[in-house]
């Protein structure tokens, strides 16, 4: 039963990052934030309200908080996904310094999604680190996102660290 509620989690999870990746290809932002801010609501459990002014550490407790290993990954995953996207309508418009904060965010939940769960048959929308951090180039990366990016470098979580920050 928790493979189906996994499998039909994915599932739901790439329905709806393509209806966001259709909108924005559409020239249709507003739209695409909004299919965003639903799938945050619907399939991750979280709203605008929890959002706001919360570090990625709070986000990731109440994203992560009570699942199994493979879900919070996948909701880890997703919510990168999603940033990624979010990073791609604002470069769109033009706001480069918003676009990297969602880069930047995605960039943080997909090393967290690698390095902290299992890694067998991530999901399909799983953000790719080296085009994640190109699109961060001259944006100087906090040092717990430049840890992260070690370790991933490394090959694994350092076996001290929580590979949180």
Request: proline share 6%.
């Amino acid at each position: 039963m928790r493979q189906d509620y996994v499998l039909r989690l994915i599932e739901q999870l790439i329905h709806a990052i393509a209806q966001v990746v259709l909108r924005r290809e559409m020239g249709k932002p507003e739209e695409a934030l909004h299919q965003v801010l639903l799938t945050l609501h619907h399939q991750l459990g979280l709203d605008i309200a929890q959002l706001t002014g919360l570090g990625p550490e709070e986000l990731h407790e109440r994203l992560t908080r009570g699942e199994p290993l493979l879900v919070a990954r996948d909701k880890c995953l997703a919510f990168a996904a999603l940033n990624r996207q979010v990073g791609l309508i604002y470069l769109d418009q033009g706001a480069v310094d918003t676009a990297r904060t969602a880069f930047h965010l995605g960039l943080v939940f997909t090393l967290r999604g690698r390095l902290e769960y299992p890694a067998e048959s991530r999901p399909p929308f799983t953000p790719e680190v080296s085009e994640l951090v190109g699109r961060l180039q001259g944006y100087d990366l906090p040092p717990s996102t430049q840890r992260l990016l070690e370790m991933h470098d490394g090959g694994g979580v350092d076996p001290g660290s929580t590979g949180q920050g």
